[in-house]
């Protein structure tokens, strides 16, 4: 009989690393994979399952303007125990560290279903930053039986906090697995023609702890670059939280080399990712799809759960004080040893065969039985 394996995802970014990982293992004809999402983010995540072609068995939809961390809590657990209960699958597979992935975990450890953690085992220890994501992760090692963790200093982590060694399989990072199918070298767009007689950086920007002076500090310095430097042009492909656009609008809104635009499905953003000079973020997964690209990540956190980019030399952490990412964004454009460094260190998160590295793991040790 078929071993029955559910995906639970909810954003964007957790989709953009699960969705390979459901198509490997839709390839194999031991399991019988069931796809639940809870659309934690909305029009984000459909243009994701819509790329890689990905009919989800179960939505939740649950979504809704300005949500708060409690509505999410309250919705994702009201209604994945049904789904749970009716599917009773042999393991539940979730990833990272969204509020989605704690609360899928809950549940299932509340129903005694086992589960398997993606992405498994990456710290900052210090559960207000990233906020809510480390405590999301830390909590779900507690309960995930198994952990597929893509370095060795994650498998390290959760070896240090008394995982059982025999639970830990280093995989690599699947983001690098998606980058595979969706960078196209011929690719075009009319926002990279604008930007092509220029050095474009490319911006994201919305974690929650940055919402506020911080984010107001980060838009500043990017005006001050663009003042500047006549030939350097931004795109920021915006979130979709209205306070982070209305953040955006008062702080760059009368900026000429800047192009805010909405979100990108994740062909197009991988391929942005591709064409541009360097990029300025607060997101984790950017972190390790842009060294894939040899593109330079300026990370405007105080903390990171991806410490392997700093030793390798891809990223470098610089908080959100506004002269201090200025400066290192113009050493970045002037300094060409220091952005030849940046760009050819190798690539810590893998080789683009995670998904089939997990697979094949579950297939063949059976994990879960």
């Known amino acids: 009989m078929k071993k029955k394996i559910m995906l639970v ?18 390839k194999r004809n031991v399991f019988n994979i069931v796809v639940c999402v809870t659309g934690q983010h909305r029009q984000m995540l459909d243009q994701v399952l819509k790329t890689f072609q990905i009919v989800p068995d179960y939505d939740l939809s649950i979504m809704k303007d300005k949500q708060t961390l409690f509505d999410i809590t309250i919705n994702i657990l009201s209604m994945i125990r049904k789904i749970l209960e009716d599917e009773r699958p042999d393991l539940v597979l979730v990833h990272g560290d969204t509020s989605t992935t704690f609360l899928t975990a809950l549940s299932c450890y509340y129903l005694q279903i086992p589960v398997g953690h993606i992405e498994a085992g990456l710290r900052t220890y210090d559960i207000y930053s990233p906020y809510p994501e480390e405590f999301n992760r830390q909590a779900v090692s507690i309960i995930s039986r198994f952990n597929f963790a893509p370095t060795e200093i994650s498998r390290e982590n959760l070896i240090k906090e008394g995982k059982n060694p025999d639970s830990i399989f280093v995989t690599g990072n699947t983001a690098i697995d998606a980058l595979k199918t969706t960078v196209n070298q011929n690719y075009t767009h009319q926002e990279l023609t604008w930007a092509s007689d220029s050095k474009l950086i490319l911006i994201t920007a919305h974690r929650r702890e940055n919402i506020g002076e911080p984010l107001r500090h980060v838009f ?21 939280n209205p306070v982070v656009r209305q953040i955006a609008q ?47 990540v300026l990370v405007v956190r105080n903390t990171t759960e991806r410490p392997e980019g700093i030793s390798a030399g891809t990223l470098k952490l610089v908080g959100t004080q506004e002269n201090t990412i200025f400066d290192n964004m113009k050493a970045l454009l002037e300094n060409e040893d220091l952005y030849k460094k940046m760009s050819k260190a190798s690539n810590p998160y893998g080789d683009g065969k995670a998904c089939l590295r997990i697979a094949d793991i579950l297939e063949k040790q059976q994990a879960f039985q």
Do not use: W
């Open 9 to 26: 995802f909810g954003t964007r970014p957790e989709a953009i690393k699960m969705c390979p990982l459901v198509n490997e293992l839709k």
């Open 220 to 240: 500043k310095a990017i005006h001050r670059i663009l003042n500047e430097f006549p030939n350097v042009k931004a795109i920021y492909p915006i979130h979709m």
């Open 250 to 296: 008062e702080e760059l809104g009368d900026c000429d080399n800047i192009h805010i635009i909405e979100p990108l499905d994740v062909i197009d953003f991988h391929n942005f990712l591709n064409n541009c000079c360097f990029v300025l973020t607060d997101s984790g997964g950017i972190q390790e799809e842009a060294p894939s690209l040899g593109k330079p």
